[in-house]
């Protein structure tokens, strides 16, 4: 079982839809948690973090449940410009070769 | 501000043949990492050095080496290509805050091993 898991998709939405992506992560020691977004031939780049009390960044939310050891990403009103591939990042402690990064989730929006 | 930057951006070798992937950040980070990155398999660590003048293997270490010349630069050396290795290769800095460990990446290295 792979540490951080996530739905490879693809997701194929029309623009305006809301979409979320679901990942799970298996070491209950993790400390911080990260969205990055990966567009096609290109590098990750940071999207947003995710706290435990839920944080938003205008169409993007995001969530964390411990217990579960879940993390989501949600995204209202969908543009053609989220088209892309959407990474969960688990921090397992202190130190970036403790970051593990999921397969990603690829998103399509269309027209 | 150029961030992490990565050469070359692609490159086509033969098995047995050897290369350097250079890498350099900008940005005063202590760490710097290589990972691989395959489909369906998603970043793996090659290499990390948290620090000039200190390097530790990662996930996949084998048949790669690096150095750490200096707080900048982090190369990554094949010495003996393999169509395995055949992949992306990206480089990354980091900084450790309150909120975690954030990793900034270069472009990425298509590489193709025939």
């Known amino acids: 079982r792979k540490e951080v898991e996530q739905d490879p998709g693809p997701f194929n939405v029309p623009e305006g839809a809301t979409v979320a992506f679901n990942c799970t992560y298996s070491?209950?020691?993790?400390?911080?948690f990260f969205w990055y977004r990966q567009d096609c031939r290109k590098e990750p780049k940071l999207l947003m973090s995710v706290y435990s009390s839920g944080n938003e960044d205008g169409r993007f939310t995001a969530q964390l449940n411990r217990a579960s050891q879940y993390i989501s990403l949600l995204i209202r009103d969908s543009k053609l410009s989220d088209s892309a591939t959407y990474l969960c990042v688990v921090n397992r402690g202190t130190g970036g070769f403790k970051t593990i990064f999921g397969a990603g989730t690829r998103l399509f929006v269309k027209a | 501000n150029a961030g992490v930057t990565q050469t070359p951006k692609f490159q086509v070798l033969k098995t047995g043949q050897s290369m350097t992937l250079q890498c350099a950040q900008d940005m005063n980070h202590n760490s710097m990492y290589w990972y691989r990155q395959d489909p369906g398999m998603g970043l793996r660590l090659i290499y990390y050095s948290a620090s000039e003048g200190t390097t530790d293997k990662g996930e996949v270490p084998n048949g790669y080496n690096v150095s750490r010349l200096n707080k900048r630069e982090f190369s990554l050396r094949l010495e003996s290509a393999a169509p395995s290795q055949t992949s992306v290769y990206f480089c990354?800095?980091?900084?450790?805050?309150?909120?975690?460990?954030?990793?900034?990446f270069g472009a990425g290295t298509r590489l193709s091993v025939l």
């Open positions: 990354a800095s980091s900084e450790e805050n309150s909120g975690g460990n954030i990793q900034y």
């Open positions: 070491n209950s020691a993790s400390q911080s």
